[in-house]
């Protein structure tokens, strides 16, 4: 399975984006999709995840009520809403998969490329 986000671009603070994450081949029910975010000179934080199969979510403090992460099963997509955006959310984001639920980045092996999101105070 190969991951491929999108979505990303800039953005004025308390605007929106929507970022995607395809993926080639199947998912297993039991997989986590999740995203996190790298900004400039910082290590790679936990933003979101959800489980394949179910509803569950869990997210990260900083973005509770502002992001939202969904699923497309029929289009193999998980994608990150997110909303009223601040200058501190400018990172490359990164959606991955794993099969435990956590928000450490060593338990997912497979990672998408990465999209950068801007926000412009």
């Known amino acids: 399975v190969q991951l491929q986000a999108s979505g990303g671009g800039l953005v004025q603070a308390g605007g929106s984006l929507k970022l995607s994450c395809a993926a080639s081949?199947?998912?297993?029910?039991?997989?986590?999709m999740a995203w996190f975010r790298q900004a400039p000179g910082k290590e790679r934080e936990f933003v979101a995840l959800?489980?394949?199969?179910?509803?569950?979510?869990l997210y990260a403090e900083f973005v509770k009520g502002r992001f939202s992460i969904s699923r497309d099963s029929a289009k193999n997509t998980v994608h990150l809403h997110m909303s009223t955006l601040k200058p501190e959310d400018t990172a490359v984001y990164y959606c991955a998969r794993g099969i435990q639920w956590s928000t450490q980045t060593n338990e997912y092996f497979t990672w998408g490329q990465g999209t950068l999101v801007t926000v412009s105070s």
């Open positions: 959800t489980r394949w199969s179910r509803d569950s979510t």
């Open positions: 081949g199947r998912i297993f029910s039991s997989a986590v």
